[in-house]
């Protein structure tokens, strides 16, 4: 248990903040200043609106710092259309950096793929009713931190409500890793037998970081699967190269399902008759939150069902994945009937989320509006 009468962050110098609209650069002292209806002081500036188009920077902060907390919520649709949680993309740069170090879709970032809602009760990403995002990891920055939330809806987003807490003062070491995170998406474009990849192209200049060896250290994974093709799709190994690994790596997990905790498809039964109860769960370090193959949309007055969605993930913190030099994590695309394994071909998209020393390679690219449309 953590013994919060010792945290080391109470050291001399060290001192709480917060940023949102009511005080967009966190000063001391100048919070609940604008004026409301209601006089004065009396929540006059909740939330900040977002224009087509335009970026919203979120904040600025000079430091040493360390970000402790992110809240965000907006409406999950506009009249213009109904996936605000992928057309915003959430961007943060450390230290003045050129490109992002964070560059995921806004809903997927808190584990709501597809455009979608759900709920998630774990230790680092936390949703709740309703669509109410929090991020509890923690990011270190030495000189800088800037997060922008940038908007490719077709239409204006009118309330960004947010808030961020921090801490700065705080002592951060020459080679204290920062945090990164990265959305790739598969649609359907691999090849029979190609796993898709969650991450690659991280690499730990010896140089750069002035040590013998670099630092990094993977934290978990949501993936965002849309199943594509019939029977049970979640087959598929979630596989760990670490430095020096080639062809096999030294890691891996023994099922997609397995890798989130769950076991036998996330089924009450194994069985044909009565169709089984698929169970859904959201857990401290890993969880199955979201499964649906129902259009909530809205968007259509047609009777049509949409493909099978499934939302999972894995956190590795009480179980760390270190690396010194690189990583690469992929995930294999199996299923499963009643005569055997075969490959499959579906569209997953995933968040990847981890630590290391700077500089970071640069991302791949993350696509526009339409390469992020869920299906």
């Given at each position: 248990m953590l013994d919060l009468w010792d945290d080391p962050a109470m050291a001399a110098g060290v001192h709480s903040r917060s940023i949102n609209a009511e005080n967009p650069l966190g000063a001391p002292g100048s919070a609940a200043m604008t004026a409301s209806a209601l006089g004065p002081g009396r929540k006059g500036s909740a939330y900040r609106p977002l224009p087509a188009g335009e970026t919203l920077t979120l904040a600025e902060i000079d430091g040493p710092g360390v970000i402790r907390h992110i809240w965000v919520t907006v409406p999950d649709r506009t009249t213009a259309g109904p996936f605000v949680l992928r057309d915003l993309v959430l961007r943060m740069f450390w230290d003045d950096e050129p490109s992002p170090s964070v560059e995921v879709p806004l809903g997927d970032f808190f584990c709501n793929g597809f455009g979608t809602r759900a709920l998630v009760t774990s230790i680092p990403i936390v949703v709740a009713p309703t669509g109410g995002m929090n991020c509890y990891f923690a990011m270190p920055f030495r000189r800088s931190a800037r997060i922008e939330l940038h908007s490719d809806h077709p239409g204006d987003v009118d309330a960004v409500f947010y808030q961020i807490d921090y801490t700065v003062g705080d002592l951060i070491d020459e080679h204290a890793p920062y945090f990164h995170a990265q959305w790739r998406r598969s649609n359907a474009s691999t090849a029979i037998g190609e796993d898709h990849v969650i991450i690659d192209g991280i690499r730990i200049d010896d140089d750069a970081t002035g040590t013998s060896a670099g630092r990094g250290r993977y934290l978990g994974t949501y993936i965002a699967l849309t199943s594509l093709q019939r029977y049970w799709w979640g087959e598929g190994e979630v596989k760990f190269f670490i430095d020096d690994d080639d062809q096999y790596p030294t890691q891996c997990s023994t099922g997609l399902e397995d890798y989130a905790g769950g076991a036998w498809a996330f089924q009450d039964e194994l069985r044909n008759d009565p169709p089984p109860e698929v169970i859904t769960f959201s857990a401290p370090y890993c969880g199955y939150p979201f499964t649906s193959a129902t259009d909530r949309t809205n968007a259509s007055p047609f009777?049509?069902?949409?493909?099978?969605?499934?939302?999972?993930?894995?956190?590795?913190?009480?179980?760390?994945?270190?690396?010194?030099?690189?990583?690469?994590?992929?995930?294999?695309?199996?299923?499963?009937?009643?005569?055997?394994?075969?490959?499959?071909?579906?569209?997953?998209?995933?968040?990847?989320?981890?630590?290391?020393?700077?500089?970071?390679?640069?991302?791949?690219?993350?696509?526009?509006r339409a390469a992020r449309t869920p299906r």
């Open positions: 009777a049509t069902a949409a493909a099978p969605m499934h939302g999972l993930y894995r956190w590795h913190i009480p179980d760390p994945i270190y690396f010194r030099s690189s990583l690469r994590v992929t995930v294999q695309q199996i299923g499963a009937w009643d005569h055997g394994l075969f490959e499959r071909v579906d569209d997953l998209a995933s968040t990847a989320y981890w630590y290391q020393s700077e500089p970071h390679a640069d991302f791949p690219a993350l696509g526009d």
